[in-house]
């Protein structure tokens, strides 16, 4: 899905933990950046994925997730 958005690694790392519900506040003091560098990376992903805030963001991710279920119980077909 990175690939898609072409994200970043940090990227990827502050999605990953907003699709998982963390705070700003949370995926700073896990990552080690500062609460503001959160905030522009999320800014960016938005930008990216063409979303507006966090929810949307995660709610993509989980749309993509479930679509990978479906595809692998399929055999690989979409």
């Known amino acids: ?9 940090s990227e ?19 990552v080690g950046i500062s609460m503001r560098s959160v905030e ?8 990216k994925m063409g979303v507006r805030n966090k929810a949307q963001m995660a709610a993509v991710v989980s749309r993509h997730r479930l679509s990978e279920i479906v ?5 690989g077909e979409g």
């Open 12 to 30: 990827i790392i502050v999605l990953e933990h907003v699709s998982n519900g963390l705070s700003t506040n949370e995926i700073a003091w896990r």
């Open 71 to 75: 595809r692998q119980i399929n055999g």
């Open 40 to 47: 522009h990376h999320s800014d960016l992903i938005c930008e």
């Open 1 to 9: 899905m990175h690939r898609k958005y072409d994200l970043s690694p």
